[in-house]
């Protein structure tokens, strides 16, 4: 331990209860001037809380804390920021009919007696923008941003204040490998300074690399802080879910299907508002990866194909010619889409687990005059709850109090129980813990074993690598190449979603 | 961590705590008043005063009813006074015209439905806030209602139409088994059927819903054609019990369905609610409106009380689903 | 050039029987005329005359949404050098060319001796009112009047119900209350119907009698056939509205007009 | 991908572009109309029906800005008719009482905060959703303004108080002058401040603006304050209009109000709008209000016509922005 450097903020016995449920209990943890320090643990340990309870959003039930030997009892976000205390959300909270400038500044406009300065405003976000290298239109309405880009922004905003911890949220989980990086050197150059950063995230090999410290918590306990040269991923998964796990990605249950089985979608020269002249075709069991950078038009395709945006060119399922308007004519025809925003597209959060388990299979449940057939419907809910080990107290849990990686696997769920024979997955392990994450990888293989035709859109490289039997490279709203599984090298791929490749 | 529990269909003590849990804060609010009023004047409670009630308050019930499903689905529809109002007219002329009753009644019916229908599509179709779309055609519905009469009250002299609203059936007023049956209708079509839970799901999120298959345009304009069917039924009872149709009739009364949906839990964001609740708020104010004029309290101080029971009522049902977490 | 007349409401019997009349007139005068509607709304009864104002009309008739208030648009009417003349609601605080009105006060004294005849002197009374309407509030005034001359007849609820719904539930809830009731006055017709339905409906034909205000058809009606209606105050608006454009039309021409033209409302029994 | 651009301030003439492209569809409708009324009528387009025009949507246009505000924030006030009505009284009893021009005016608009101040509270702190809130009070305040005349108006004989609803300064309507020194105040405290900067930052994203530490709860009572303070203002320009305080002065208003705040492309899920829009929508109200009194439109048929213009404005409106993509 480098007990050399001193500790700017400290935790000791802090818990916190939400009426029944113990979302921390006795954490404590040692934050230490230009170090990251990353917080590991499953989804729903209680992460986002204690970073919550560290800014003000939340008052802590009990144990103390200080900040640079003093007490420290931030009363709100803006108290704990004007005492050095800095985050970048989870969630993302911006205000999506401002501009980006607007919500970088948000709070500590350039003013003089309550008269903002725009000029000033702007130009001082341009500046972080800019200084921060981030590819974003200050004057542009946060609304019409992707959610990548929202991302940066959310980040962007964090690190407008000088601050002397700042903390990050899972702010990678919206991001591909490229904004990765923007963020890492950020990052570096923040640690350089002697900022504190208290780091959060579910992929393990960005932990290994960017991490000085390692705390890992387990249901809202503290369990170990390690120093990242003296530990390893094993180790830590270990720690983290209190059992070993040796592989990350499941091995496929069957062969991959060869170019003798006629595919299940083909799609022909798809073109619509940010993309075009897309083609290529997915067999039964085959999972065909989407990788690319942000913003490279992999989400548009899928809405388009899901009957969600207008759109030219042809769509072949199971090789008769569809004509797919919306969703409902989507699912009828056995198409799934687990979509990428759970919050806005996926769930009905203040509905039960078991509704939103069941909503995209409707039909399924429906007796005689539209009566809801409850029993079969409870049946199924828990079924899905069972087979992906979904943590929630009883089907009748509201969807929205559930830990975040829950959450994803509820949309997952709501999926698998309309049997789809062309599942499309949009980022499907974002912000999902390493264990869950392989329990998913797992179904996936499952489904594909089953002949389910599956297109895996994903910004995680080693996710793709992992996985797909192919992979469709897209770039601007083109898709580039699509390579087959004996071609497939990180660096190939990196090559073709940036452009390099000739 | 919490084990996932699957709770086994509920027995009838439990259902009662459940009720208890979920309609808590708004009984005691209803009881209080019952026992206030009974308290203050001892004819309060008597079978006949409560037949009365539930006479007085059928119009706005069986309204709100139709409002509850509009809000469930995060909508609003300011336009039911003036429907209520042409319902009537519609009803008078088509009986003036000499139709008779069973053709006046589902002539009127599909008058309801078609005004419903309108705000429906305008809402869906053309993506404006319901709350323009139905201010708009609020104003729209009640200048048609004038036009076949000048602005004057149609008289009602068929024996069938005014029978609805002052007849009785196995001893009970005949409105009091409308309402009966509607509310059994719209609770069954609401807790036990695949269009009820669309309404929730889509009041919930929705983006949601529409990424789920379900066709929320359709929805939508389906559930303002009931609202419309709903309100031109407060209608036909409204003016069967007035003998006549007004041209003023049901002004305002928007306002008070959606205050009794809201005293009854239905969150105007969407996706919360309950037909149960809603009974339970039409209730609280027609127990109110008829205590206090058995007691003659002034017109003005009705107005405060009645601005005071419902703040105070709304605020212990928030407060009791907010202790239960 | 014409008339203008800017009338207080369209949905009420009296007032479309008043707006057909002045029509009639005009027509069978030749003169022009242009009716405006205030909803109850003074403010918008000051703005319809504005436009009224603006557009250059020879002589404005109006009937107050508020006796006090049309001052304002009286005002107006007066600065642009156009003449006025009330029909139905006087105007308390302007001066206008000439006002043709009911005496509301001695119309609710007469509802009020109806009444006292009817109960034979001793009873239980219950009054339906709209108190933010003046002449409303002159009727129940004569009314009560009227009955101070008669000890044993009490005055057991007074509550308000302006439409005929509110009506209808205010007389079930007070009937509830004191079933002793033996007379109920409504303000208007729609109330005095409205509390002749409540009164059958509660099973007290034999012992409730109802006595309205403005005698419109329906109502005159079921004075006729409803042996709970006992009798009706009759407003004239026909006479009404033709003393008032032929007022008008005397003012256009420059001749002198009578400043107060009181129209006596008669009281309607059955035959 | 976006090039982080710099954009030079804006000048005038892209500032035109600017507006044009947030206003183009409701200026359409504005200028549609007075063409249309223009060519109906030649009285239409004089200076002095359109100081008419002006001087007769000031009420609404004031209680608009304030509505505003509240709309901005996702709120709703549907108290601002009764405490127009309780202004207007507030101010004739004060005057009535000899306590002068100028106290009785700060007295008014004291009373006017009050107001505006208690359905802030209430909707904050007790956490209850303000459509319910401000149902509540708008009968609490309608009930409160008959208590003092028990329902009669009241006279207004102050020779100050009436002036500013009729008297001219610089050859202007002293009520002109109040609509534009309160539409500037507005515009720019919307517009140019911290203040406002909050307000659309709450409305946006409530749970953001409570992340980014605003005091959302005060924001809330500060601006149903200001709402209050603004159909106060209302109340005196139309007691001052009308030389007397009348009981049921405002009546539905609110509904004008929000018309005219919605029509100039305020969002009611908060977040987004602006006082310039609010006082075109306004102005279209009034024209519209204007134009068929002169072309002496039948009441019924006003109804109808003034629906089917808000739907068609707003719907214009709204395709042209959804246009701009
Ligand atoms: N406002 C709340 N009300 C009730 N329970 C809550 C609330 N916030 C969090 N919880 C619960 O507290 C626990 C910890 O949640 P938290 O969001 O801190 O998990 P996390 O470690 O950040 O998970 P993830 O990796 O999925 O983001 C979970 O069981 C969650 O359901
Ligand atoms: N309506 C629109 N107007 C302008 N640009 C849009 C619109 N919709 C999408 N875009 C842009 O099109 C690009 C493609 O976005 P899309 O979400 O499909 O990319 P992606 O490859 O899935 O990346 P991500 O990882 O962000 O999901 C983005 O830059 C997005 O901002
Ligand atoms: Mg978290
Ligand atoms: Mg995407």
């Avoid at chain 1, 704990?80 to 919500?103: D, H, K, M, R, Y």
């Avoid at chain 1, 490998?177 to 923040?190: K, M, N, P, Q, W």
């Avoid at chain 2, 009813?65 to 007219?89: H, P, R």
């Avoid at chain 3, 050098?81 to 000439?98: F, L, M, Q, R, Y």
Wanted: glycine share 10%; hydrophobic share 45%; proline share 4%.
């Amino acid at each position: 331990m480098s007990e050399a450097t001193p500790v700017v903020l400290s935790m000791r016995d802090v818990s916190k209860r939400f009426g029944p449920v113990e979302a921390l209990k006795s954490m404590r943890l040692e934050v230490r001037p230009g170090r990251v320090h990353t917080i590991l643990g499953e989804n729903g340990a209680g992460k986002s809380t204690l970073m919550k309870i560290l800014v003000g959003v939340h008052p802590p039930s009990g144990g103390e804390m200080r900040l640079e030997g003093r007490p420290y009892q931030p009363q709100s976000p803006r108290d704990a920021a004007a005492q050095g205390i800095a985050i970048v959300f989870q969630e993302l909270s911006l205000c999506n009919n401002l501009t980006v400038a607007e919500n970088i500044m948000a709070m500590h406009e350039p003013s003089r007696l309550g008269f903002i300065n725009d000029r000033e405003l702007r130009a001082r976000a341009a500046e972080l923008v800019r200084d921060l290298g981030l590819p974003v239109d200050v004057d542009a309405k946060v609304g019409r941003l992707s959610i990548a880009q929202r991302q940066l922004v959310e980040i962007a905003k964090g690190l407008s204040r000088p601050a002397k911890v700042l903390i990050l949220d899972e702010p990678t989980s919206s991001l591909s490998d490229s904004e990765a990086e923007i963020l890492f050197l950020i990052i570096d150059r923040l640690k350089a300074r002697g900022t504190a950063i208290l780091y959060i995230s579910h992929r393990m090999e960005e932990i290994m690399r960017l991490s000085d410290d390692i705390t890992v918590i387990r249901d809202g306990a503290y369990v170990a802080t390690r120093q990242r040269d003296e530990t390893s991923i094993e180790e830590l998964i270990t720690l983290m879910v209190g059992r070993r796990m040796d592989e990350i990605y499941p091995l496929r249950l069957a062969p991959a299907p060869g170019p003798e089985v006629a595919p299940a979608l083909e799609v022909q020269g798809l073109s619509g508002p940010g993309f075009r002249e897309i083609s290529f075709d997915v067999r039964p069991g085959e999972i065909l990866g989407f990788f690319g950078l942000i913003g490279s038009g992999r989400s548009e395709v899928m809405k388009a194909l899901f009957g969600m945006g207008a759109h030219t060119g042809q769509v072949l399922l199971g090789g008769k010619p569809a004509r797919i308007g919306s969703p409902a004519e989507a699912i009828a025809a056995g198409i799934g889409f687990v979509t990428e925003n759970r919050k806005e597209e996926g769930l009905v959060l203040g509905a039960a687990v078991r509704p939103n388990i069941s909503m995209a299979a409707l039909p399924q449940f429906a007796g005689s005059a539209g009566f809801l057939r409850f029993g079969r419907e409870r049946r199924a809910a828990l079924d899905e709850v069972r087979r992906l080990a979904i943590r929630t107290s009883s089907l009748n849990t509201i969807a929205g109090t559930l830990s975040g990686g829950n959450q994803q696997k509820i949309v997952l769920a709501k999926w698998l129980l309309t049997r789809p024979r062309v599942l499309i997955l949009d980022e499907p392990t974002r912000g999902v813990d390493v264990g869950a994450k392989f329990e998913i990888y797992r179904i996936i293989r499952e489904l594909a074993a089953e002949g389910t035709a599956i297109l895996l859109v994903s910004s995680e490289l080693p996710e793709v690598l992992g996985l797909a039997d192919r992979i469709a490279m897209m770039s601007e709203g083109a898709l580039k190449a699509t390579l087959a599984r004996s071609e497939l090298t990180p660096e190939r791929v990196m090559a073709h979603a940036t452009g390099t490749h000739q | 961590m919490t084990q996932t529990t699957d709770n086994t269909p509920r027995a009838g003590r439990q259902q009662l705590v459940v009720a208890l849990h979920q309609y808590g804060g708004i009984l005691v609010s209803l009881v209080l008043l019952c026992v206030i009023f009974t308290l203050l004047n001892e004819r309060f409670m008597t079978v006949a005063n409560l037949t009365n009630i539930l006479q007085q308050v059928a119009v706005v019930a069986i309204a709100a009813f139709g409002m509850t499903w509009v809000i469930l689905l995060g909508e609003i529809d300011l336009s039911i006074g003036s429907i209520i109002a042409v319902a009537g007219m519609a009803g008078a002329q088509a009986l003036a015209f000499g139709v008779g009753f069973v053709p006046a009644l589902l002539f009127t019916l599909a008058a309801g439905a078609l005004m419903g229908l309108i705000n429906g599509v305008l809402t869906a179709k053309l993506a404006l806030p319901s709350f323009i779309v139905t201010v708009a055609t609020m104003g729209i519905y009640r200048g048609f209602v004038s036009l076949p009469t000048n602005g004057a009250p149609a008289m009602i002299s068929d024996a069938s139409w005014t029978a609805i609203g002052s007849d009785r059936l196995a001893g009970i007023p005949i409105i009091i088994w409308i309402v009966g049956v509607l509310f059994i209708f719209n609770h069954v079509l609401l807790s036990r059927t695949t269009f009820g839970r669309r309404t929730y799901l889509t009041g919930g999120n929705r983006e949601a819903a529409l990424y789920s298959g379900i066709k929320v345009d359709r929805l939508k304009i389906a559930i303002f054609t009931l609202s419309g069917v709903m309100a031109a039924i407060s209608g036909i009872l409204l003016s069967s019990r007035l003998y006549s149709a007004q041209t003023n009739a049901g002004m305002s009364y928007e306002l008070d369905a959606i205050a009794a949906a809201v005293l009854g839990g239905t969150s105007l964001a969407g996706g919360v609610g309950t037909m149960v609740g809603t009974l339970i708020g039409a209730l609280i104010i027609g127990v109110m409106n008829n205590g206090m004029n058995m007691l003659s309290v002034p017109y003005f101080y009705q107005l405060i009380v009645k601005g005071l029971v419902i703040l105070i009522a709304v605020w212990l049902d928030v407060r009791a689903k907010r202790r239960q977490g | 050039d014409g008339i203008g007349a800017s009338l207080l409401t369209q949905q009420h019997p009296f007032y479309i029987e008043l707006a057909d009349a002045m029509k009639a007139e005009a027509k069978a005068k030749g003169v022009a005329l242009e009716v405006s509607i205030a909803n109850q709304d003074l403010n918008k009864q000051l703005a319809d005359v504005e436009d009224f104002i603006v557009k250059g009309v020879d002589v404005i008739v109006i009937s107050p949404v508020d006796s006090q208030g049309v001052a304002a648009a009286i005002a107006k009417a007066d600065a642009a050098g156009i003449k006025v003349v009330t029909v139905d609601v006087p105007a308390a605080e302007a001066k206008v060319t000439s006002h043709i009105g009911t005496d509301n006060y001695t119309g609710g004294v007469k509802a009020g001796e109806l009444m006292a005849e009817v109960l034979g002197g001793k009873g239980k009374v219950a009054i339906i009112d709209y108190p933010t309407v003046q002449s409303v509030v002159a009727r129940v005034e004569g009314f009560k009047k009227a009955l101070e001359s008669h000890p044993e007849i009490e005055i057991v609820a007074q509550q308000t119900g302006i439409t005929r719904a509110e009506a209808l539930a205010v007389s079930q809830n007070m009937l509830q209350a004191n079933p002793e009731i033996t007379g109920i006055f409504g303000f208007g017709d729609d109330a005095a119907l409205a509390a002749a339905v409540a009164v059958k409906s509660a099973g007290l034909e034999d012992q409730v009698k109802v006595i309205g205000f403005d005698g419109m058809e329906e109502a005159r009606n079921a004075v006729d056939t409803n042996p709970v209606m006992v009798g009706v105050i009759q407003q004239f608006p026909q006479e009404m509205g033709k003393t008032a454009i032929d007022t008008a039309v005397d003012v256009i021409a420059g001749k002198e007009v009578p400043a107060e033209q009181p129209i006596v409302p008669g009281v309607y029994t059955r035959k």
